[in-house]
């Protein structure tokens, strides 16, 4: 199993280093090339708006779409939760477009209002999971077919529609390996093992 990580901005690296003790193999995704092959894409955080400058300036915008809809799983934290959204509340910029899902930027306030809270996240067991936001946005509403997994207070922080899974917070910043196993399984239950001896080492 290969798993793309785009690697524009955000904490790219340390998402690989959470998928590599995962025992998968990864790579950094900057051009359209390196979307070969691969049987999933990782969309850290960042500042979204820059984010969609830099797909189009790379020419990545259009590649990602058309292996999102051809089944490609794909795993959007924080930032990457913005960019597969189909709505952002009160903007027009544009997104991947995959989940059916609305969500509002920078929900929990400016960097200086940035915290950890410890989440229920049945998928994950019965253990709380210790969520880092950062800038976080939030989930404003879901269509039909989307699964809500996870709430701070009232708010929707991880969901997933079918393939797609997306959370507000920030996995790769913790030792809890617990999302990035999740979303492999669901690259696993799509796509064979493959023994493949490739990518990126941490």
Not at 33 to 46: H, K, N, Q, R, T
Not at 135 to 154: K, M, Q, W
């Given at each position: 199993m290969?798993i793309?990580?785009?690697?524009l901005?955000g904490a790219?690296r340390e998402h690989?280093?959470s998928l590599?003790k995962?025992?998968?193999?990864t790579r950094?995704v900057?051009k359209?090339?390196?979307?070969?092959?691969i049987?999933?894409l990782?969309?850290p955080?960042?500042?979204?708006?820059?984010?969609?400058?830099?797909?189009?300036?790379?020419d990545l915008?259009?590649?990602?779409?058309?292996?999102?809809n051809?089944?490609?799983?794909v795993?959007?934290t924080?930032?990457?939760?913005?960019?597969l959204a189909k709505?952002i509340?009160n903007?027009r910029?544009?997104?991947?477009?995959?989940m059916?899902?609305?969500?509002?930027r920078n929900?929990?306030?400016?960097?200086?209002?940035?915290?950890?809270t410890?989440?229920?996240?049945?998928?994950?067991?019965?253990?709380p999971?210790?969520?880092v936001f950062?800038?976080a946005p939030?989930?404003t509403?879901?269509s039909e077919?989307?699964?809500?997994?996870?709430?701070?207070g009232?708010?929707?922080?991880?969901a997933?529609q079918?393939r797609f899974?997306v959370a507000?917070f920030?996995p790769e910043?913790?030792?809890d390996?617990?999302?990035?196993?999740?979303f492999?399984s669901?690259i696993a239950a799509?796509?064979p093992?493959?023994?493949?001896?490739?990518?990126?080492?941490?």
């Amino acid at each position: 199993m290969l798993i793309g990580v785009l690697a524009l901005q955000g904490a790219f690296r340390e998402h690989q280093c959470s998928l590599e003790k995962c025992g998968v193999s990864t790579r950094q995704v900057r051009k359209p090339s390196e979307l070969d092959d691969i049987d999933a894409l990782v969309i850290p955080g960042g500042e979204s708006t820059t984010m969609g400058k830099l797909l189009n300036g790379f020419d990545l915008m259009k590649p990602i779409i058309n292996l999102a809809n051809q089944g490609m799983p794909v795993f959007g934290t924080c930032a990457g939760l913005i960019m597969l959204a189909k709505h952002i509340r009160n903007s027009r910029q544009e997104t991947l477009a995959a989940m059916d899902i609305e969500v509002e930027r920078n929900a929990f306030g400016r960097q200086v209002d940035s915290f950890e809270t410890d989440l229920d996240i049945p998928v994950l067991g019965n253990d709380p999971y210790r969520a880092v936001f950062i800038r976080a946005p939030y989930i404003t509403e879901v269509s039909e077919g989307v699964d809500i997994l996870a709430r701070c207070g009232e708010k929707i922080v991880c969901a997933r529609q079918e393939r797609f899974l997306v959370a507000a917070f920030h996995p790769e910043l913790t030792d809890d390996l617990r999302m990035h196993h999740y979303f492999i399984s669901l690259i696993a239950a799509k796509t064979p093992v493959s023994n493949k001896e490739r990518g990126h080492t941490c």
